[in-house]
């Protein structure tokens, strides 16, 4: 969600650039999403995925010391909805350099919706990198000092073009 709103923050903030890292652009299309607030008051938490934990970490030491809770409160997923249908208006008005992220193997968000946000932004200066070796969580697992170095050089090169 970090990214989600550093992205809508863009356009709101005078920043120089952003990079975005894992970043969803919709949630999976579920009847269930137009009754959320509803079943909330019912169903107060659910699974965060199909897959066990950790399953998605490359890294498995990394895994160990991450902090992550096995469900997500029910609330939260429509209002997550809610603020990635902002997003998705808000991209279109994306203008500084823009810098995403996101593994080919992540379960969790898929790949897909960086091409979706990608196609959306209005920023003239917009990179792409899918990186592998990582789930979900890239600046934790293995290939975070790939994620680290992309992230450096291109903050490194909006502020120089900035001078």
């Known amino acids: 969600m970090g990214a989600v709103l550093s992205l809508l923050m863009s356009t709101r903030l005078d920043v120089k650039s952003v990079v975005a890292m894992s970043t969803p652009y ?13 079943l909330s008051k019912f169903i107060p938490y659910l699974p965060k995925g199909k897959y066990l934990p950790g399953e998605g970490w490359f ?11 096995p469900k997500n409160p029910v609330r939260s997923i429509g209002q997550l909805n809610r603020l990635l249908a902002e997003m998705r208006a808000a991209l279109p ?5 823009t810098l995403l992220i996101h593994s080919k193997n992540d379960n969790y968000v898929l790949p897909e919706n960086l091409e979706k946000i990608y196609v959306a932004l209005g920023a003239s200066d917009k ?12 600046t934790r697992d293995a290939a ?6 992309a992230a450096y050089q291109f903050i490194r090169r909006v502020e120089s073009e900035s001078k």
């Not at 919709?26 to 509803?38: F, G, Q, S, T």
């Not at 990179?127 to 890239?138: A, C, F, M, P």
């Not at 975070?144 to 170095?149: E, G, L, S, T």
């Open 26 to 38: 919709e949630l999976a299309k579920d009847w269930r999403l137009n009754y959320i607030d509803l």
């Open 59 to 69: 890294d498995q030491k990394a895994w160990q010391d991450h902090i992550s809770h």
């Open 93 to 97: 008005k994306v203008s500084v350099p």
């Open 127 to 138: 990179t792409k990198l899918y990186i592998t070796e990582s789930g979900h969580v890239v």
């Open 144 to 149: 975070r000092n790939q994620v680290f170095d």
